[in-house]
C-alpha cells in the first residue's frame, strides 16, 4: 500500500550539478504531475504526463526536464541547477476523471532540495 | 487558464472555535472539482474535503464543511470545533474536466489554533 514514493527525500547541490528526481506510483494512474512548493506562492506545475511515453510542460518548466518511460515512474531532472531551484518537490499522480471518486490525487513525502 | 486565489495568507482561531478559510477561482468550464488539502509540518498532502461542481448541496465531512457558491466562483472552507490538530498550511486546488485535468492550486492559508 504504497502510493506515491519520492526518491529522496532531501538533497543539497551545488550550483551546476545535475540531479534526477524519481516518483514511483503503484496505483496503475495514468496522469503524473511535478510540483515545486515555494513560500507564499502554493504548489506550481513544472511538467506533467498523462500517460507512458507522453510529457507537457506546466507553469514553471524552465531548468527541468522530465521522462515516463515506464507507467509507474516519473522522473524530474535539473541538468545544470540553480540556487532559483531552491524548493520543495512533489510529484503527483491521479486516475483518468471516470467518476466522483476517483478524482483525488495522491502526492509523495516530498523532496527537499537546496541549491548552493 | 484556471487560476485559484487564496486572499488570507495566515488565519488564526481559538481551540473550540469557528474558522472560515477562503478561496475563489476563475475558469470557464462547467464542470470541475475543487478540494481542500492540509499540509501539516510532515509536508504531507491530506485531502480534506472534495467538491463536484455540478452538485449544489455542499460537501461536509465531520467538522469540515464548504460553502461553494459556483455563480460568485467561490469554495470556503469552515472548520467547526477547531482542534489543535487542525493546525496546517491549508491550499484550496481545481480540477478540471478537460486536457490534462491537472490541479491548481491556491497560494495556501496558514491556520493557527490558539489553545
Known amino acids: 500500500n504504497a502510493g506515491v514514493t519520492q526518491t529522496p527525500k532531501f538533497r543539497v547541490l551545488k550550483t551546476g550539478q545535475s540531479m534526477t528526481l524519481l516518483c514511483a506510483q503503484d496505483m496503475n494512474h495514468e496522469y503524473m504531475y511535478w510540483y515545486r512548493q515555494d513560500p507564499g506562492m502554493g504548489l506550481r506545475l513544472i511538467h506533467y504526463s498523462v500517460g507512458e511515453g507522453t510529457t507537457a510542460k506546466g507553469e514553471v518548466p524552465d531548468g527541468y526536464n522530465v521522462s515516463r518511460l515506464k507507467k509507474q515512474n516519473f522522473l524530474l531532472g535539473l541538468e545544470s541547477a540553480a540556487p532559483s531551484q531552491t524548493s520543495v518537490y512533489f510529484c503527483?499522480?491521479?486516475?483518468?476523471?471516470?467518476?466522483?471518486?476517483?478524482?483525488?490525487?495522491?502526492f509523495g513525502q516530498g523532496t527537499r532540495l537546496t541549491v548552493v | 487558464a484556471q487560476t485559484v486565489t487564496q486572499s488570507q495568507p495566515e488565519m488564526s482561531v481559538q481551540e473550540a472555535e469557528t474558522v472560515t478559510l477562503s478561496c475563489t477561482y476563475d475558469?470557464?468550464?462547467?464542470?470541475?472539482?475543487l478540494f481542500w488539502y492540509k499540509q501539516p509540518p510532515s509536508r504531507q498532502m491530506i485531502l480534506v474535503i472534495r467538491?463536484?461542481?455540478?452538485?449544489?448541496q455542499n460537501a461536509t465531512e465531520n467538522r469540515f464543511s464548504v460553502n461553494f457558491q459556483k455563480a460568485a466562483k467561490s469554495f470556503s472552507l469552515k472548520i467547526s470545533d477547531s482542534q489543535l490538530g487542525d493546525a496546517a498550511m491549508y491550499f484550496c486546488?481545481?480540477?478540471?474536466?478537460?486536457?490534462?485535468?491537472?490541479?491548481?492550486f491556491g497560494q495556501g492559508t496558514r491556520l493557527t489554533i490558539n489553545p
Open positions: 467538491q463536484e461542481a455540478y452538485k449544489q
Open positions: 475558469t470557464s468550464e462547467s464542470d470541475y472539482y
Open positions: 486546488a481545481y480540477r478540471g474536466f478537460q486536457g490534462a485535468q491537472k490541479l491548481v
Open positions: 503527483a499522480s491521479t486516475s483518468e476523471r471516470g467518476g466522483p471518486f476517483n478524482t483525488e490525487a495522491f
